[in-house]
């Protein structure tokens, strides 16, 4: 198909998990790659040496400041493609990548990770670790109708993302503690259970009805804040929820 | 306004024709025998709840280990639990009044409880959560799809568990294990206590205990649910049962076809739609004030707005 968007995958200082989340939609991604996604790079899928131009990269992982090639290589990615997407908690809010210290082989003085937001502009965040198969899946799908769609398809696109949009340009961090700052502390939460349910490492409970996070075992992912309905809540995309879904299964059949 | 109930494709009156339910049942018994009947025909295979600490003792795995552990819950402080049998749908029927994280068990029903189609009660907020993370599956790798039912109840607000002990033991002068019913109704506060006792508090009392987190919700009706059901604007014993979603629509069609329900049509009853509709206006208007309040919380500086 001609009206394909193409698309690269950019592996920085990751653990491959967003990959095969991305691997994980099995038919799905097919149907993907058949119909609306030429992928054009990514590291064992795509035969090719250098970033060539895209219309999207998904990047997964952090930028290790200390290596080179990685700031090279996060530096084209800005430059060769229109819209990058952050991929995942590292790429996103620099997730378990914040706890390196170095001193591992064979480069121990790779030491120092930075979320891809605090190196170049980020148009888009899927956050989470890792990301689920739905929401990357959601995103590129919603990517091509943005690209590719008729008027309306374009309009509830720019909808959908907007809420991932807002969340790149928000900041390079979000952990439990965003929770506190931007929901708790400012009289929005209301105990639904969302955290919890999001937090990979269950490090939220709840006590008399309201989170409580160890924030020791609070890995930076961004899952419990994305996930919070008071964090953010787009009237305009979230009551249409059947609708959507229904296209997006659609698309995918 | 003409938004305040939300998309509908139809309205009613309605009570279970289950007389033994009705008596656990806050009002007409909609939300227990809707998930007793989708238990039944496999519609779904459990159902998110909030259940007391009597159930989770009985049936701990039932349950997420919380912290302060099971025998330390108080009475009248729900916890959510995953319930498969009519029994224990039963155990959990009534209403609460205070906070129960019921989302917070969504991901887990379809892990260790192993649930491929999962029902869910909640509240209007709990909905707007279960469609969010439908929508944008964040950390809910797999659940958008198992969720099967999911069933909103009407709220004005919600309180902290430490409020209701302060309406029930000061306000009401009970004891909180001697209560056997609470209840807002017709512009009260109602505490049934177990030796027949009621006390009634006016609703005013109550404004300053509310959880702050609802002041800024601007849903009354649960928009976001597949059916949603409360007591106002139908008589006493009956609830007004929205249907919203396709599959709402066949979940209800197939329990009134198996005469699950009693039914009268909405217009037909007292007080009616227009009570639920006066409500609803009510919160959306006062709570819309409290976010313009926001804008200019502070002195140049704005508390969040969470709305996009």
């Known amino acids: 198909m001609v009206d394909k968007i193409t698309v690269g995958h950019i592996h920085m200082s990751g653990c491959t998990g967003c990959l095969v989340s991305l691997a994980d939609n099995y038919g799905g991604l097919l149907t993907i790659l058949d119909r609306y996604a030429d992928l054009v790079y990514g590291l064992t899928l795509a035969d090719v040496r250098h970033i060539p131009k895209m219309d999207v990269a998904l990047v997964e992982g952090s930028v290790c400041i200390n290596d080179k090639l990685s700031v090279e290589e996060i530096k084209q990615t800005r430059e060769k493609a229109a819209v990058v997407v952050a991929v995942g908690g590292c790429a996103c809010y620099g997730n378990i990548t914040r706890f390196a210290r170095g001193g591992q082989q064979n480069q121990p003085a790779h030491e120092a990770y930075l979320p891809v937001g605090d190196i170049i502009k980020v148009d888009v965040y899927i956050p989470g670790c890792a990301p689920t198969p739905q929401q990357i899946r959601n995103v590129c799908v919603m990517a091509y109708l943005l690209l590719k769609g008729t008027k309306e398809q374009k309009e509830l696109a720019t909808n959908y993302l907007k809420p991932l949009m807002m969340a790149a340009q928000r900041g390079t961090t979000a952990c439990f503690c965003d929770l506190m700052t931007e929901v708790i502390n400012q009289g929005l939460c209301m105990g639904c259970g969302s955290c919890a349910s999001a937090c990979p490492v269950r490090a939220i409970t709840h006590e008399y009805g309201k989170p409580q996070g160890v924030r020791d075992l609070c890995i930076k992912c961004g899952a419990c804040y994305n996930q919070c309905p008071r964090s953010w809540f787009s009237f305009d995309v979230v009551p249409a929820y059947e609708a959507i879904n229904e296209a997006i299964m659609a698309a995918l059949q | ?308």
């Open chain 2, 1 to 308: 306004m003409g938004t305040e109930l939300g998309n509908y494709k139809t309205c009613v009156s309605a009570r279970s024709t289950n007389k033994k339910l009705l008596k656990h049942s806050q009002d007409g018994g909609i939300v227990t025998h809707l998930f007793a009947f989708a238990l039944d025909e496999g519609i779904i295979d459990g159902a998110i709840v909030a259940v007391s600490k009597e159930f989770a003792l009985k049936n701990p795995s039932k349950c997420m280990a919380f912290n302060p552990t099971l025998d330390d819950l108080e009475p009248w402080r729900p916890i959510p639990a995953i319930v498969s049998t009519k029994a224990e749908l039963l155990a959990a029927a009534g209403t609460k009044y205070n906070i129960c994280p019921n989302v917070s068990l969504i991901k887990e029903a379809t892990r260790s409880f192993g649930l491929d189609k999962v029902g869910i009660v909640g509240t209007p907020c709990q909905m707007q959560a279960v469609r969010k993370l439908q929508l944008y599956p964040i950390g809910a790798r797999d659940v958008g799809a198992s969720i099967a039912l999911a069933v909103g109840i009407f709220c004005m607000e919600n309180f902290p568990y430490q409020s209701i002990v302060q309406l029930v033991e000061d306000h009401a002068a009970m004891k909180m294990e001697a209560v056997k019913k609470m209840e807002i109704g017709k512009g009260k506060f109602w505490v049934y206590g177990k030796r027949g006792q009621i006390v009634q508090l006016p609703l005013k009392v109550t404004h300053k205990y509310e959880q702050p987190g609802c002041h800024v919700c601007l849903d009354y009706v649960a928009n976001l649910a597949d059916i949603s059901t409360g007591s106002v604007g139908s008589p006493d014993g009956w609830s007004t049962v929205f249907v919203r979603s396709k599959i709402g629509d066949s979940v209800w069609a197939k329990a009134v076809a198996a005469g699950a329900f009693e039914i009268q049509p909405i217009d037909k009853v007292k007080p009616g739609l227009e009570l639920v509709s006066k409500l609803a206006n009510e919160k959306i208007t006062k709570n819309r004030a409290t976010l313009e309040e926001r804008k200019t919380f502070g002195v140049g500086k704005a508390l969040r707005n969470p709305y996009i």
